[in-house]
């Protein structure tokens, strides 16, 4: 019995973590989806300085709510990193907002992450991604008239 309860509480703790992870993250589209990348080959940038090459913008990534701490911090930009490599990034600009600036009592830190492309070298694959997103923004903007 006692390892059922131990098993039991491991699973809830599981599960409520699992809705926080997605409770506590934004997508905000920009541009199209590629096809995935791998997580470890998106490149990790900390000023819009460190780019070099031409780029686009996928999309904004928001993770909310997160405790000022290293470690925690360091997981949410490999969430970060994760996500922007499904879309197909090939980077990903980090920035961050952090409330204990507005005086809160219990600070909390959202992370901004830019999901970039770079654009000087697009597969076949990718040209059509970005035909695709055009003609259905195309067609979006005449269904609205």
Known sequence: ??????????????????????????????????????????????SKSEITRPYGNLGLLRIKNLKPERDVLKMGVEKGRRFAASKGADAILIGQYNSAEDGA????????????????????EDEK????????GILNERSDS
Do not use: H
Not at 11 to 32: H, K, R, V, Y
Not at 129 to 136: G, Q, S
């Open 1 to 46: 019995m006692k390892k059922f309860n131990i098993l039991g509480a491991a699973l809830l703790l599981l599960a409520s973590c699992a809705t926080l992870e997605q409770t506590n993250l934004d997508w905000i589209p920009i541009g199209p989806d590629f096809p995935a990348t791998k997580a470890k080959n998106v490149q990790i940038i900390g």
């Open 105 to 124: 009592s219990d600070p909390r830190v959202t992370l901004i992450i830019y999901a970039i492309k770079y654009v000087d070298d697009l597969s076949e």
């Open 129 to 136: 991604a970005i035909e695709d997103f055009k003609v259905l």
